[in-house]
């Protein structure tokens, strides 16, 4: 294998397969390298849409990380999975797909000084990524109706929608107008407020992750999978490289591309001493180049949750939960021959809905917040939370389920998080990982946005739809007081899994900013970060959709930047 290549991508998650692809498809077919730590994951096996939640269990497919003790949330250590193999953490993600406001855009665009991320250009982007696939079964037709033209259908992403829908699915928006939150027809049209459903990332009875961007690669993308990286190689103050922890070295003509994730690319650039300098020293890492701010700003959606006992058969959930071997071996074989039936339908449909909340906007701690970001909160689309439903049951308190139950879980969602955490170095071993403190909720707008939230998700959970089949609630506050709804959140709270911002982008002149708007580690040569660490503040979505957007946007800067695009360009 040739060790010297135009360009090296280090990840093969979201962000770095999308830039990685169109590096090597532009007309030039410059020699890319794409590098991913982990294996190639293609067995089907780890592409059945019903195990959506169960892939991230796979420990070959997850590095498996935990934050540091949340001391103000009773010491829990959090889940901090991130995906590991071809995919990244689209190979074991919950498929879901949303986009968010339009606005959180335009403010990014502002932030940064730069209109490519303007929502009017980020939607031509989204319609590059997706090849959207509308067909609604007839039962949800009535709420959710996305038009094609609002969406791409040509992307190497296949999304689309279950069908059928799980039983009872429809109760969801009939809850929403009952009590008030209203339906969204298309909660990916720019303005997500509303109860509504995105699509999924399966298709056709397969989940779709990022290494769609890999299939039928040209001859001049090279992928190495087990590689993980040891760090970068500089000399003087320009890139040229990469080290693995195996010892062999890849040289960049022209670019390294670091797209390792908001957790993994500040560990790698501190490895390679490019970071706080007072954390490098600790370890024993030579500083290159000084830049505090790298792993610094981690954001993250974080949730609680509620569930309803229901009547037995109220959904089929337990009735395939309960299958004997024999016959869900059978369910399975089924599928791997045709891809339809049950593996194709069930768990496959997450309603999400995002909301405002005037006792937020009325509370004291909405009104502390520095003026720019109370306007932003208040712009039309901009949500203050989000319910979301038929998820596993993650916390059901002291009750057992049975085998019959039936059940509905719902979950609670921060939009717009204040609080901040880091990332620093556990150790010099690249092997180590990294020390993650998302420092969740330590935010008072953040405790009273969480409180606010749950109880307008206990609100919905009474709408008639759902009493005439609950048992009772289970896993839930004590009651709607601030105290038992904060005693219930801070002793159960998850990750949403959308770490970002730990190398963020900046404008000219933003001292915390790391990387510039072309993606250029400051003060570095050929070095840039693609991926979720970048971006300058956390959208109101589910993040998977920005990292492929953020991929997409630094392929067309690089692509124009070298005339990739041109018939002839001389040294490539």
């Known amino acids: 294998m040739s060790s010297e290549y135009d360009f090296i991508v280090i990840g093969g998650g979201a962000s770095g397969c999308a830039v990685a692809a169109r590096l090597a498809q532009s007309k030039q077919r410059p020699k890319v390298l794409l590098l991913e730590a982990g294996s190639d994951n293609t067995d089907p096996l780890y592409r059945v849409p019903a195990d959506r939640f169960k892939t991230f269990q796979e420990a070959t497919m997850n590095w498996g990380y935990k934050t540091a003790p949340q001391n103000h949330l009773k010491g829990q250590q959090i889940d901090y999975s991130r995906g590991k193999g071809l995919g990244g953490s689209t190979a074991i993600n919950f498929s879901c797909w949303v986009i968010g406001a339009d606005e959180d855009y335009n403010e990014w665009a502002t932030k940064v000084g730069d209109d490519t991320w303007s929502w009017t250009n980020v939607k031509e982007r989204l319609k590059k990524i997706e090849n959207y696939h509308v067909d609604i079964p007839e039962e949800g037709r009535k709420y959710i109706s996305p038009k094609e033209a609002d969406h791409g259908t040509s992307g190497p992403l296949h999304l689309s929608y279950a069908d059928p829908w799980e039983k009872g699915l429809t109760d969801v928006f009939k809850a929403a107008e009952e009590t008030g939150l209203g339906v969204n027809p298309d909660v990916n049209s720019g303005n997500p407020l509303g109860m509504g459903l995105g699509a999924a990332c399966m298709y056709q009875g397969s989940r779709t992750t990022a290494s769609a961007y890999l299939e039928d690669a040209p001859a001049n993308l090279t992928i190495k999978v087990n590689s993980p990286v040891a760090k970068l190689l500089i000399s003087g103050n320009k890139a040229i490289g990469v080290r693995t922890i195996a010892g062999s070295d890849f040289h960049a003509k022209h670019e390294v591309i670091l797209s390792g994730g908001a957790l993994n690319t500040p560990q790698v650039l501190m490895l390679s ?149 880091e990332v620093t170095l556990n150790s010099a071993d690249p092997s180590d990982a990294p020390r993650v403190d998302p420092n969740l909720l330590s935010h008072p707008y953040d405790r009273r946005a969480m409180i606010e939230a749950m109880r307008k998700l206990l609100e919905y959970l009474e709408a008639p739809v759902f009493k005439q089949r609950t048992v009772k609630m289970i896993g839930c506050p004590a009651s709607k007081s601030d105290e038992d709804i904060w005693t219930h959140c801070a002793g159960n709270l998850f990750s949403s899994w959308h770490m970002c911002s730990t190398v963020r982008m900046g404008k000219k002149g933003d001292e915390g900013a790391c990387v510039d708007t072309e993606f250029r580690v400051r003060g570095l040569e050929s070095l840039r970060v693609v991926d979720l660490s970048v971006i300058p503040l956390l959208p109101n979505n589910h993040t998977q959709s920005t990292a492929y957007l953020v991929g997409e946007t630094a392929a067309e800067k690089l692509i124009h930047e070298y005339g990739l695009d041109r018939a002839k360009l001389p040294g490539l």
């Open 273 to 421: 001493g490019i970071g706080p300098a007072a954390e490098l020293k600790k370890h024993g890492i030579s500083v290159i180049q000084d830049l505090p701010q790298v792993g610094k700003n981690l954001q993250d959606h974080c949730f609680s949750t509620a569930t309803l006992l229901q009547h037995p058969g109220t959904d089929d959930r337990a009735e395939f939960e309960a299958m004997s071997p024999e016959a869900m071996a059978a369910t399975r074989a089924q599928h791997t021959k045709d891809k339809r039936g049950v593996l194709s339908s069930l768990y496959c449909s997450v309603p999400m809905g995002w909301f405002k909340n005037d006792a937020v906007y009325n509370s004291e701690e909405y009104k502390a917040l520095d003026k720019h970001t109370q306007e932003h909160l208040k712009k039309p689309h901009v949500p203050i939370y989000e319910i979301a439903t038929h998820t596993p049951p993650l916390f059901v308190g002291d009750y057992v389920l049975q085998p019959t139950d039936s059940y509905l879980t719902a979950l609670a969602f921060v939009m717009n998080p204040q609080s901040y955490g």
